[in-house]
């Protein structure tokens, strides 16, 4: 059931299927097949059951100027430590007076990485691909000609400078990319999308920058150019950038074993370290 739910969420987005049509569509389908199914009767329930496989997305409040995130540690706060502005919209009562409600006045949306990377190498296929950059024979190919990411000088770089890290094939290498874009006319009211991206680039050239290699990270909404004001919607991710270069528990269906890369803290074992960055589009 939860492939043919996860099938049905693939074809509403491939479509662009509104939420009133899914519900129908599911409701018909519940009519014709036998009473005891374990179909989900609508959207909701759908996604509560793809909840199980991890694509969960954290709604964090931001500062309405962009100053700082509403997160961790400044989760309870009511006002930006920086600026002073209110955390929520501010409307005015029957007085005359600016009163807060407990809507948020800016929000970005943030989907974990870690899962996702994991998922990779659960499929054998996908684990054997993300070897490639490490095992391919270049044949009768030319050294000097760049036909994937680790032909570049700032892959080669990273090497030298982490011999350890380069060694397993395994490692990952991620590039990071963002850009905005309005997504109605200049004439309407002014609004705009920050969608910021990450590939994982061990994956051969026929698979590097195909859309199910490109993983939605993080969505920036707001009027405004941000600026250097990025870098702060960017902390969630650059946090989690930070666990993965410690290193996260997975498993190389490939490999039929966990990953093996062990840190020099005594103790541990049976951890991975799958992180590398190289930036584009910033």
């Known amino acids: 059931m939860l492939d043919t739910v996860s099938r049905l969420m693939a074809i509403k987005s491939k479509h662009n299927i509104l939420n009133s049509c899914f519900n129908d569509i599911t409701e018909l389908v519940s009519e014709v097949i036998p009473s005891d199914h374990k179909l989900p009767k609508n959207l909701y329930f759908a996604k509560k059951m793809m909840a199980g496989l991890g694509m969960k997305y954290e709604k964090i409040d931001v500062c309405p100027s962009n100053c700082m995130l509403f997160w961790r540690e400044d989760d309870k706060l009511g006002t930006c430590r920086h600026c002073g502005k209110s955390r929520y919209i501010q409307v005015k009562n029957e007085a005359g007076e600016n009163v807060n409600i407990t809507v948020p006045a800016k929000q970005l949306r943030y989907m974990p990485i870690i899962p996702r990377l994991k998922r990779l190498f ?96 993080l969505v920036i909404l707001g009027p405004e150019h941000l600026g250097k004001n990025l870098n702060v919607s960017l902390h969630p991710l650059i946090e989690e950038l930070k666990q993965l270069w410690t290193g996260v528990k997975a498993y190389d269906s490939y490999a039929k074993k966990n990953l093996t890369y062990v840190p020099h803290t005594s103790g541990q074992y049976m951890i991975y370290r799958p992180m590398a960055i190289l930036l584009d589009g910033l």
């Open 122 to 217: 659960l499929s054998m296929k996908i684990a054997k691909s993300m070897r490639w950059h490490k095992e391919r024979k270049r044949g009768s190919q030319s050294e000097d000609v760049m036909v994937h990411p680790a032909d570049g000088d700032a892959w080669k770089a990273l090497d030298e400078f982490d011999p350890e890290f380069a060694r397993d094939p395994r490692s990952v290498r991620l590039g990071l990319a963002t850009d905005g874009f309005t997504p109605f006319s200049t004439s309407a009211s002014p609004y705009s999308y920050w969608p910021v991206f990450i590939m994982p680039y061990n994956l051969p050239p026929e698979m590097v920058l195909k859309d199910e290699f490109i993983f939605l990270a």
